[in-house]
């Protein structure tokens, strides 16, 4: 990854003490603590990478972020402005300078649109003129090396790691300074997962665009990331460089993210496998023990 040592020391996005509930069915029943005071920040140009198994609450951050989750408590800020409970015309203006990608890339783009509506539609809507529109799109495709006459083609006629290549073109169109990634490349074939994770470090290089970049995949994280916040049952339970949380994780949970990971060699697997389960038995009996404390 690039080094980010240059970059201002003064965060792009801070998130201070963040609660996010949802409610549950049933008479009296109190709510779902999705996320329990989490923190973090993200520099500018910097890929924040945040992992975790199904449920950890990691794409709920994502969501906190774009103003799609029921915040209770703490605040988020972009470059230094409190975005917590913006109103529906700000979070609009917001949009420019904050972008998503979505997981699946299959239904993320309209399937009725051509690559070039698609791309002109933000563009518009921000009231950039045609011609410049026009012009800009031509920009994002090479940008996201995609062939000129992809403009004039359907998504159906475009491979699953090409339909992505969309999305990560209509995410930069209005030239944002945060994108969040949720999963972006999960839905994705390996060979194709790697093609897309370089792209992504090329544009950052070419635009200094940051990223929050939530997945379940450690190795993942790992290629991408600059520091990485590791999530468990809503919490961050580990945060630091890349290279460190990846390859020599402290947390009882990092470390079983890590061994979940398959390794080319069955002795070695059998011996990973067997000391995961014994960090995840050692790691229920905490768990129990702090609910009982509770």
Request: aromatic letters at 4%; a positive charge.
């Amino acid at each position: 990854m690039t080094d980010v040592a240059s970059v201002a020391e003064q965060p792009l996005l801070t998130i201070s003490g963040l609660e996010v509930e949802f409610p549950v069915k049933g008479w009296r029943r109190p709510p779902f603590k999705a996320l329990k005071g989490v923190s973090l920040d993200i520099l500018p140009g910097e890929t924040m990478g945040l992992v975790g198994e199904s449920g950890s609450g990691k794409t709920t951050i994502g969501r906190a972020v774009l103003g799609l989750a029921p915040i209770a408590g703490g605040s988020i800020s972009f470059d230094g402005r409190d975005t917590t409970r913006l109103s529906r015309a700000d979070r609009r203006a917001l949009s420019a300078d904050i972008q998503v990608v979505f997981q699946d890339p299959y239904t993320s783009l309209n399937p009725a649109m051509t690559i070039g509506d698609i791309l002109a539609e933000p563009l518009l809507t921000s009231g950039t003129a045609r011609i410049a529109a026009r012009d800009r799109i031509r920009e994002l495709l090479d940008l996201v090396n995609l062939p000129s006459d992809a403009a004039d083609r359907l998504p159906r006629e475009f491979s699953g790691g090409q339909r992505q290549r969309v999305a990560i073109a209509r995410a930069l169109a209005l030239r944002p300074r945060l994108v969040v990634c949720d999963e972006p490349v999960s839905a994705l074939d390996l060979s194709t997962q790697a093609r897309v994770l370089d792209l992504f470090i090329d544009i950052q290089e070419k635009t200094g665009v940051a990223y929050l970049f939530v997945s379940h995949d450690l190795s993942v994280v790992r290629h991408i990331s600059h520091r990485v916040a590791v999530m468990y049952r809503g919490e961050i339970v580990e945060t630091g460089d890349a290279a460190a949380v990846t390859g020599a994780p402290e947390h009882p949970y990092t470390q079983r993210l890590l061994m979940a990971a398959p390794v080319p060699h069955p002795k070695r697997q059998a011996v990973r496998r067997s000391e995961r389960h014994a960090l995840l038995a050692s790691q229920r009996a905490s768990d129990a023990a702090r609910e009982t404390v509770r």
